[in-house]
């Protein structure tokens, strides 16, 4: 990979940044490139896209503080409105170059009054007419606040006449972001993601001292096996790869295996890592609970997830208004008269069930249904007479509340009762 | 156009007429460029100079503009602090918009001696103002530059080419009709040329040695056949001039003091860089499972004429076996998919191989569906509310099918059975 060279910074800086930055030279270097000299102009707006944890947040915070360029970092998730947003950008300016966390409170409603302060400010800082850098992360909240500032900030280099560059920072591809009406088109730039051999550098840097990092890479190389398939989330990975190790170091504490003994490793951590996809990774259960389980060496049949409860006993009613429920969300209610009544007449099929007799009700998921229609299938599967008491109805509103709550720990075959919304 | 613009200014500074104007042009095509050329030739001219008031509404320098200026009151606070009028008016109460306009009007009279000095409006971002609460300040500024009191120019800058459209019937009958159009109409030839002089350092650079051999390399520049390409597909692209800006600033961002001239070969970088399509580079970062459920989809858009779908169609769908009807037959277009099929698609695919690497777990499968929902590439019909279940909202895909073949093919370590279903069309079934 190239050095990282500029004649405007010096190099030992430069070097020092490299470190930081592993397997996103080119892109640190396209930065440099782009920005230039402390005083020239850039342009005016650059947006910067890339999936998930592809580091452009990291990289460039690394780059602004290590070559401690004046920037001013907002999160548009944090700072939600546009009011927030602009006084956050205000109070993080006063504090910029001077260093010290002198700050008065500033109060910023528009637009208008941004760009005025945003000038005074300025002029307040010795800046000498360096490039000033807003970088605004998740920057796809923006779209979801007021419609002129977006393109404002697009072209606040503009509006403001200043040495100014905002950096937006998103998931999300630029076509999604363009209004309607058009704007000042930002510079696009892509972080592409890792590949498997950038993952497999980054993920070694983390062995912990007392194994060496042969060791740590034979265990990134086993995990990336398992998870590159399904996730490529280097945070995830991360996360995943920190809670797993103790397990496949077992083997060689307990002296079973030395470090060489691969095959050995293999075998045993292979079940335990395919047991965490299923939990650890879906957030089923909590990292501190796969940790105890661990500990204990309980076998992974044991775990249960949030999803596991699915075996409770329900009272005798409470199961018949269960399948009741079932029933009238799946079946069509032009069905329920064949089904349910004694004495039912021929169903003539029209030719709108022709057509879409195939495409299975359980592909387009439950209905909603009345709750008089719940109670009148009810009454035709229950096989004695069921009396409308209070008891019937108070464990009618007891388990509909119950069920309609906590639908999740009822996964019985996956299907869920939807019901109107009903007053009483 | 220069001219008539000019003609127009001076009208109002030098005569004491009021005037309005538009200007229309679609975005980058020079609207702004326009008239800071012409109010720097204003300026120059010596009469004018101390004459002429200038309120700009907007950021710069400062225009009045719709991005800015988001509502009539704010705006009028703006024009007040541009007129530096902000001690006369004070704390002055005023009845009506009108009234809070005259009474600004009347105190540049009054301060300035006995001939009323002419103010200039500019308005950009037109029609942003136009979407103001009963247009007042646009009725306003257009009614006081009809009714001759103070020589009062309204020119107004947008791209919006119905803009007449949007005005009131009472602002639009005092607004003088007069338009200025601006359109891209030059020709490649012209667009090398521009290329040319945009490159070219000008004749005050200091270093005359350098930026003769600068000038010379621009020369040959223009002349080289990649570079002409370059430009062509550009041109093609877009006629705007700031596209072109774009190119060359990131092209010449490429000279530092061990490369000192532009080349072809950076030039032909910047475009690569600048035209590269981002949905493929997001495409290219997704793991195998995301790719498999995005390759489900696309069979079920295929065979449901691009009908919406939801999450538990596309997970059924790879588990199914490989002679099913149902997939084959064509429904009609109008009837609404829920996302079943695609999953029905993905189990299918897993069937088929007997790989046991690809055999996962239905939730596993979601959370990967959930990814590709955050990064937008598959978006829900509506929004998701409390009734519908996350599996079974109706969705639709976001990529076009040669956008995914596309993408498969650069994809890295692509597993070849995946490749082979994605080009399988399920027309022999």
Same mark, same amino acid.
């Given at each position: 990979?190239?050095?990282?060279?500029?004649?405007?910074?010096?190099?030992?800086?430069?070097?020092?940044?490299?470190?930081?930055?592993?397997?996103?030279?080119?892109?640190?270097?396209?930065?440099?490139?782009?920005?230039?000299?402390?005083?020239?102009?850039?342009?005016?707006?650059?947006?910067?896209?890339?999936?998930?944890?592809?580091?452009?947040?990291?990289?460039?915070?690394?780059?602004?503080?290590?070559?401690?360029?004046?920037?001013?970092?907002?999160?548009?998730?944090?700072?939600?409105?546009?009011?927030?947003?602009?006084?956050?950008?205000?109070?993080?300016?006063?504090?910029?170059?001077?260093?010290?966390?002198?700050?008065?409170?500033?109060?910023?409603?528009?637009?208008?009054?941004?760009?005025?302060?945003?000038?005074?400010?300025?002029?307040?800082?010795?800046?000498?007419?360096?490039?000033?850098?807003?970088?605004?992360?998740?920057?796809?909240?923006?779209?979801?606040?007021?419609?002129?500032?977006?393109?404002?900030?697009?072209?606040?280099?503009?509006?403001?006449?200043?040495?100014?560059?905002?950096?937006?920072?998103?998931?999300?591809?630029?076509?999604?972001?363009?209004?309607?009406?058009?704007?000042?088109?930002?510079?696009?730039?892509?972080?592409?993601?890792?590949?498997?051999?950038?993952?497999?550098?980054?993920?070694?840097?983390?062995?912990?001292?007392?194994?060496?990092?042969?060791?740590?890479?034979?265990?990134?190389?086993?995990?990336?096996?398992?998870?590159?398939?399904?996730?490529?989330?280097?945070?995830?990975?991360?996360?995943?790869?920190?809670?797993?190790?103790?397990?496949?170091?077992?083997?060689?504490?307990?002296?079973?295996?030395?470090?060489?003994?691969?095959?050995?490793?293999?075998?045993?951590?292979?079940?335990?890592?395919?047991?965490?996809?299923?939990?650890?990774?879906?957030?089923?259960?909590?990292?501190?609970?796969?940790?105890?389980?661990?500990?204990?060496?309980?076998?992974?049949?044991?775990?249960?997830?949030?999803?596991?409860?699915?075996?409770?006993?329900?009272?005798?009613?409470?199961?018949?208004?269960?399948?009741?429920?079932?029933?009238?969300?799946?079946?069509?209610?032009?069905?329920?008269?064949?089904?349910?009544?004694?004495?039912?007449?021929?169903?003539?099929?029209?030719?709108?069930?022709?057509?879409?007799?195939?495409?299975?009700?359980?592909?387009?998921?439950?209905?909603?249904?009345?709750?008089?229609?719940?109670?009148?299938?009810?009454?035709?599967?229950?096989?004695?007479?069921?009396?409308?008491?209070?008891?019937?109805?108070?464990?009618?509103?007891?388990?509909?509340?119950?069920?309609?709550?906590?639908?999740?720990?009822?996964?019985?075959?996956?299907?869920?009762?939807?019901?109107?919304?009903?007053?009483? | 156009?220069?001219?008539?613009?000019?003609?127009?200014?001076?009208?109002?500074?030098?005569?004491?007429?009021?005037?309005?104007?538009?200007?229309?042009?679609?975005?980058?095509?020079?609207?702004?460029?326009? !008239?800071?050329?012409? $109010? @720097?030739? %204003? #300026?120059?001219? *010596?009469?004018?100079?101390?004459?002429?008031?200038?309120?700009? =509404?907007?950021?710069?320098?400062?225009?009045?503009?719709?991005?800015?200026?988001?509502?009539?009151?704010?705006?009028?606070?703006?024009?007040?602090?541009?007129?530096?009028?902000?001690?006369?008016?004070?704390?002055?109460?005023?009845?009506?918009?009108?009234?809070? !306009?005259?009474?600004? $009007? @009347?105190? %540049? #009279?009054?301060? *300035?001696?006995?001939?009323?000095?002419?103010?200039?409006?500019? =308005?950009?971002?037109?029609?942003?103002?136009?979407?103001?609460?009963?247009?007042?300040?646009?009725?306003?500024?257009?009614?006081?530059?009809?009714?001759?009191?103070?020589?009062?120019?309204?020119?107004?800058?947008?791209?919006?080419?119905?803009?007449?459209?949007? !005005?009131?019937?009472?602002?639009?009958?005092?607004?003088?009709?007069?338009?200025?159009?601006?359109?891209?109409?030059?020709?490649?030839?012209?667009?090398?040329?521009?290329?040319?002089?945009?490159?070219?350092?000008?004749?005050?650079?200091?270093?005359?040695?350098?930026?003769?051999?600068?000038?010379?390399?621009?020369?040959?520049?223009?002349?080289?056949?990649?570079?002409?390409?370059?430009?062509?597909?550009?041109?093609?692209?877009?006629?705007?001039?700031?596209?072109?800006?774009?190119?060359?600033?990131?092209?010449?961002?490429?000279?530092?003091?061990?490369?000192?001239?532009?080349?072809?070969?950076?030039?032909?970088?910047?475009?690569?860089?600048?035209?590269?399509?981002?949905?493929?580079?997001?495409?290219?970062?997704?793991?195998?499972?995301?790719?498999?459920?995005?390759?489900?989809?696309?069979?079920?858009?295929?065979?449901?004429?691009?009908?919406?779908?939801?999450?538990?169609?596309?997970?059924?769908?790879?588990?199914?076996?490989?002679?099913?009807?149902?997939?084959?037959?064509?429904?009609?277009?109008?009837?609404?998919?829920?996302?079943?099929?695609?999953?029905?698609?993905?189990?299918?695919?897993?069937?088929?191989?007997?790989?046991?690497?690809?055999?996962?777990?239905?939730?596993?499968?979601?959370?990967?569906?959930?990814?590709?929902?955050?990064?937008?590439?598959?978006?829900?019909?509506?929004?998701?509310?409390?009734?519908?279940?996350?599996?079974?909202?109706?969705?639709?895909?976001?990529?076009?099918?040669?956008?995914?073949?596309?993408?498969?093919?650069?994809?890295?370590?692509?597993?070849?059975?995946?490749?082979?279903?994605?080009?399988?069309?399920?027309?022999?079934?």
């Amino acid at each position: 990979m190239p050095n990282l060279a500029h004649p405007a910074y010096p190099s030992a800086e430069l070097l020092h940044l490299e470190s930081l930055v592993p397997c996103r030279e080119s892109q640190v270097s396209m930065l440099l490139s782009i920005f230039g000299e402390r005083q020239h102009f850039s342009f005016p707006s650059i947006f910067i896209y890339g999936h998930t944890s592809s580091g452009k947040t990291y990289v460039m915070q690394t780059l602004l503080t290590t070559l401690q360029l004046p920037h001013v970092f907002v999160n548009c998730v944090e700072h939600f409105t546009s009011r927030l947003l602009l006084e956050e950008i205000l109070i993080q300016l006063q504090s910029c170059s001077s260093g010290t966390e002198q700050t008065s409170p500033v109060h910023c409603d528009t637009l208008n009054d941004f760009v005025r302060l945003f000038k005074q400010t300025l002029a307040s800082q010795e800046l000498q007419d360096q490039t000033v850098y807003i970088v605004l992360d998740r920057a796809e909240q923006l779209r979801e606040m007021e419609a002129n500032i977006l393109p404002a900030f697009l072209r606040l280099q503009e509006l403001t006449d200043r040495n100014v560059t905002v950096i937006l920072l998103s998931e999300i591809v630029w076509e999604l972001f363009r209004p309607s009406i058009g704007c000042f088109e930002p510079f696009t730039m892509y972080f592409p993601d890792y590949s498997i051999g950038h993952l497999q550098k980054i993920l070694s840097q983390n062995h912990p001292p007392e194994y060496s990092a042969d060791f740590y890479a034979a265990y990134i190389n086993i995990l990336l096996g398992v998870f590159y398939m399904v996730c490529r989330d280097l945070k995830e990975l991360r996360h995943l790869a920190a809670l797993n190790f103790s397990k496949y170091c077992e083997p060689v504490v307990r002296g079973e295996a030395n470090e060489r003994d691969t095959r050995k490793l293999w075998k045993n951590i292979e079940p335990h890592l395919k047991k965490a996809m299923q939990t650890v990774y879906l957030r089923e259960i909590s990292s501190s609970q796969w940790e105890r389980l661990q500990r204990d060496g309980g076998e992974p049949g044991q775990l249960k997830g949030l999803s596991a409860h699915t075996h409770m006993e329900l009272p005798y009613y409470s199961k018949f208004l269960l399948i009741a429920a079932y029933l009238a969300s799946y079946n069509p209610v032009r069905t329920d008269k064949r089904f349910f009544l004694k004495h039912h007449g021929k169903i003539r099929k029209t030719n709108f069930m022709k057509k879409h007799e195939k495409t299975s009700n359980h592909l387009l998921g439950p209905k909603p249904f009345p709750l008089d229609r719940l109670l009148a299938i009810l009454y035709s599967i229950v096989d004695n007479r069921v009396a409308p008491t209070a008891n019937i109805f108070s464990q009618v509103l007891m388990n509909l509340v119950l069920m309609y709550c906590l639908p999740h720990l009822l996964e019985m075959e996956s299907r869920q009762p939807q019901m109107q919304t009903f007053t009483l | 156009r220069h001219s008539h613009l000019l003609e127009l200014l001076k009208r109002t500074t030098v005569h004491g007429e009021s005037n309005s104007a538009l200007i229309i042009g679609p975005r980058g095509s020079g609207k702004t460029a326009l !008239l800071n050329h012409v $109010l @720097e030739d %204003l #300026r120059e001219m *010596n009469q004018v100079r101390e004459n002429l008031l200038e309120v700009h =509404l907007n950021g710069k320098n400062p225009f009045l503009s719709g991005l800015l200026q988001t509502n009539d009151k704010v705006a009028l606070k703006e024009i007040t602090r541009q007129l530096q009028l902000e001690n006369v008016v004070g704390d002055k109460v005023f009845g009506s918009f009108a009234e809070n !306009l005259a009474f600004l $009007l @009347e105190a %540049l #009279r009054r301060g *300035n001696r006995t001939s009323s000095c002419p103010v200039l409006f500019v =308005l950009d971002e037109f029609d942003l103002f136009v979407h103001h609460k009963n247009q007042s300040l646009l009725y306003n500024l257009f009614d006081i530059s009809q009714s001759a009191q103070t020589p009062v120019t309204v020119i107004g800058l947008t791209c919006r080419q119905d803009i007449l459209e949007l !005005l009131e019937k009472r602002v639009k009958s005092r607004f003088s009709h007069r338009q200025i159009y601006l359109m891209n109409s030059f020709d490649f030839k012209e667009y090398i040329k521009i290329f040319k002089k945009q490159l070219s350092l000008p004749a005050e650079f200091p270093d005359e040695a350098f930026a003769q051999k600068w000038n010379n390399n621009v020369q040959h520049l223009s002349e080289d056949k990649t570079v002409r390409d370059v430009l062509q597909k550009l041109f093609q692209h877009t006629k705007d001039l700031r596209s072109l800006h774009l190119l060359l600033m990131l092209a010449v961002s490429a000279v530092t003091t061990h490369h000192p001239l532009p080349t072809a070969a950076d030039l032909q970088e910047a475009s690569r860089q600048h035209s590269s399509d981002s949905r493929a580079n997001i495409v290219h970062g997704l793991s195998v499972l995301e790719i498999c459920l995005i390759i489900a989809m696309k069979h079920l858009n295929e065979v449901y004429d691009g009908e919406p779908f939801n999450f538990q169609m596309v997970y059924n769908g790879e588990s199914n076996a490989r002679a099913s009807q149902t997939l084959h037959r064509s429904l009609p277009s109008n009837y609404p998919f829920s996302l079943p099929p695609t999953v029905t698609e993905f189990q299918k695919f897993i069937q088929r191989k007997a790989h046991s690497m690809y055999n996962f777990e239905k939730p596993v499968v979601m959370k990967a569906f959930e990814h590709l929902l955050q990064l937008e590439l598959v978006k829900p019909l509506e929004r998701p509310s409390a009734r519908a279940q996350r599996e079974y909202l109706l969705m639709k895909l976001l990529l076009d099918s040669s956008q995914i073949m596309e993408a498969l093919q650069v994809y890295p370590n692509c597993p070849t059975d995946v490749k082979q279903w994605a080009a399988s069309s399920l027309s022999w079934l």
